[in-house]
């Protein structure tokens, strides 16, 4: 199937019956029907920040990479280190094209000896296949789409912990037994699920793969079970809002086919060490001759708005750059943002973004909420 040929028809999340009993305002992102906000966007991140919420990720691609050479494969694929990674592990890498763009970014956890089970991102799906399955021909190693089959759901918050262990998931939750990027096989009340210490919110959180034929029962059991805590679901709205406090790239808006890992600050996920990998050397390239932008985090001053698209002005008031994605921040109490800056504009530091509602704005190399990761680890 050629990519975002299934954006035509608008498909159903497992879950969609209980968004649309419950009044969520819906939208649609890559042919699928997502929960935009159930009661307000500003209300739900605070909610998941304070206590917990539920979140339909459901669209988000699935591919299954099995076989005797299914390591070697996603090694090549991968700009950092597959081959090494254990059972129950998981990793956040790029996949490269041979000029070095992005593409896509996805997490890639290893469940059996020859199994590797993958998340890409909604609209590049399509692409992340015919990626694997390129580089594929001459190995042992089968690619599958498992999206429309397997449901997805994140549990995210201070809580998500107590939740899950109330829902009835009888295996240890601490940071002993699973920590941060690791994933175990458990059972939930007869459903086997793939329980992974993972999220997009930077919070403690966790997220949950199994059969779509139990999505509906589970994510109702899960809504039943949060409501005396405080936990309830979260719209999109409000995971885009969280995402961006934190910093976490977006695909299609902070990162895509023409930006690579060292621009978009993501050269921690290249290992050097590694023999060859897909893009290894453009991106050499890339490293040897120097950049001439990479992406910053950006904090707006009180009344100043940011948003895609807004121009970045330098000291001088001369153009240095662009908004890929700016929002309110309700946790920070401030519009925040990631964007492109001219490597010559000193960072940390402050530039200004143009426009009728412009004004300062305060450059960092490192996210504004939480900076050193501390809430992820509960």
Same mark, same amino acid.
């Given at each position: 199937? #050629? ?50 919420? !539920?979140?339909? /990720? ?23 280190? !597959? ?19 992005? /593409? ?13 089970? =993958?998340?890409?991102?909604? +609209? ?42 109330? #829902?009835?998931?009888?295996?240890? +939750? ?13 059972? =939930?009340?007869?459903?086997?699920? =793939? ?28 809504? #039943? ?52 990998? &897909? ?27 940011? &948003?895609?698209?807004?121009? =970045? ?20 109490? &401030? ?40 809430? +992820?680890?509960?």
């Amino acid at each position: 199937m #050629a990519e975002g040929s299934d954006i035509a028809i608008n498909k159903k999340t497992p879950f969609y019956p209980w968004h649309r009993d419950h009044g969520a305002a819906l939208y649609e992102k890559g042919g699928w029907v997502r929960p935009a906000r159930y009661e307000g966007a500003r209300q739900e991140h605070l909610r998941v920040r304070a206590v917990g919420g !539920i979140i339909d /990720v459901h669209s988000m691609g699935k591919v299954v990479v099995e076989g005797e050479h299914a390591a070697a494969l996603l090694d090549f694929a991968a700009t950092n280190d !597959i081959a090494g990674l254990k059972v129950g592990g998981a990793r956040y890498t790029c996949f490269c094209a041979e000029d070095g763009g992005i /593409v896509d970014d996805v997490i890639v956890y290893r469940t059996g000896e020859d199994r590797y089970y =993958l998340i890409t991102n909604t +609209l590049s799906r399509y692409r992340v296949l015919d990626f694997l399955r390129d580089h594929a021909l001459g190995r042992q190693a089968a690619v599958a789409d498992v999206t429309s089959a397997t449901a997805y759901i994140a549990v995210q918050g201070p809580r998500s912990r107590e939740l899950l262990a109330a #829902a009835g998931i009888k295996v240890d +939750l601490g940071d002993s037994a699973l920590g941060y990027f690791e994933a175990v096989e458990v059972d =939930l009340h007869g459903v086997p699920v =793939l329980l992974a210490r993972t999220g997009y919110t930077g919070e403690l959180g966790y997220e949950l793969n199994f059969p779509a034929e139990y999505g509906l029962d589970v994510w109702e059991h899960l809504c #039943a079970t949060g409501e005396p805590m405080g936990i309830s679901p979260v719209g999109g709205e409000a995971m885009m809002t969280l995402r961006l406090e934190k910093g976490y790239r977006s695909y299609g808006s902070d990162i895509d086919l023409g930006v690579n890992p060292l621009e978009a600050g993501l050269g921690w996920v290249v290992d050097w060490n590694k023999a060859d990998f &897909a893009g290894r050397a453009a991106l050499a390239a890339a490293r040897e001759r120097g950049l001439d932008r990479r992406m910053v985090y950006l904090r707006a001053e009180p009344e100043v708005r940011l &948003a895609r698209g807004d121009q =970045l002005l330098d000291a001088a008031g001369q153009p240095a750059g662009e908004v890929t994605s700016g929002l309110y921040g309700p946790s920070l109490e &401030a519009y925040v943002g990631l964007g492109y800056l001219d490597a010559a504009v000193p960072a940390p530091g402050e530039v200004r973004v143009g426009g009728e509602l412009g004004g300062q704005v305060t450059v960092a190399r490192r996210p504004f909420f939480d900076p050193a990761g501390e809430r +992820l680890r509960g």
